[in-house]
T-cell receptor, first 110, second 114 residues
Framework: KNEVEQSPQNLTAQEGEFITINCSYS?????LHWLQQHPGGGIVSLFM???GKKKHGRLIATINIQEKHSSLHITASHPRDSAVYIC????????????FGKGTLLTVNP | EADIYQTPRYLVIGTGKKITLECSQT?????MYWYQQDPGMELHLIHY???????EKGDLSSESTVSRIRTEHFPLTLESARPSHTSQYLC?????????????FGPGTRLTVL
């Protein structure tokens, strides 16, 4: 079993829909990261959080440390949001190294 | 936009060839990383560096080697490429000011070994 599990693996939505991607982890962490990977491979860091909630534009990330769970929400989804969304954790005491989930492939249709 | 570059972006090469994947960053970051990613799979750390002349192997065993002679440059070398090395290789860097630094990723090199 992976230490970082994401669900769903694939998600198809219509433009304008509210999207939720979930991440569960089984190890102690210093921080949790949400990343976006577009076709072609480039990865962009969206959020890094260790507690509570962060918002950037239409993206919202939450984390529940007690339940070892995080969610990434996209409001008013748009076709340009189509990408793979990756959850990763910095394990406690790991000194910067990340452990990654397999990613969620999001397709937003117009 | 992160200033981290990888060349080549795509490489198709025959078995037995020596290859070097280049990674450079202009942000002055101390920490640099190499990840390997197979299609549909998670990224795995194969090498990392905390600074000049410091390199360590990552969580996934790899036949590749790395060097860090200059802060901005972190090349990865395969002495004899094999089809099992076919994968995407992503380089990243972070400032290293805190344990939970944001990592900035390059665009990746997609390697195919025939």
């Amino acid at each position: 079993k992976n230490e970082v599990e994401q669900s769903p693996q694939n998600l198809t939505a219509q433009e304008g829909e509210f999207i939720t991607i979930n991440c569960s982890y089984s190890v102690g962490i210093s921080a949790l990261h949400w990343l976006q990977q577009h076709p072609g491979g480039g990865i962009v860091s969206l959020f890094m959080l260790s507690s509570g909630k962060k918002k950037h534009g239409r993206l919202i990330a939450t984390i529940n440390i007690q339940e070892k769970h995080s969610s990434l929400h996209i409001t008013a989804s748009h076709p340009r949001d189509s990408a793979v969304y990756i959850c990763a954790v910095t394990r406690g005491g790991s000194n910067y190294k990340l452990t990654f989930g397999k990613g969620t492939l999001l397709t937003v249709n117009p | 936009e992160a200033d981290i570059y990888q060349t080549p972006r795509y490489l198709v090469i025959g078995t037995g060839k020596k290859i070097t994947l280049e990674c450079s960053q202009t942000m002055g970051h101390d920490k640099m990383y190499w990840y390997q990613q197979d299609p549909g799979m998670e990224l795995h750390l194969i090498h990392y560096s905390y600074g000049v002349n410091s390199t360590e192997k990552g969580d996934l065993s790899s036949e590749s080697t790395v060097s860090r002679i200059r802060t901005e440059h972190f090349p990865l070398t395969l002495e004899s490429a094999r089809p099992s090395h076919t994968s995407q290789y992503l380089c990243a860097s972070s400032a290293g000011l805190a344990r939970t630094d944001t990592q900035y990723f390059g665009p990746g090199t997609r390697l195919t070994v025939l």
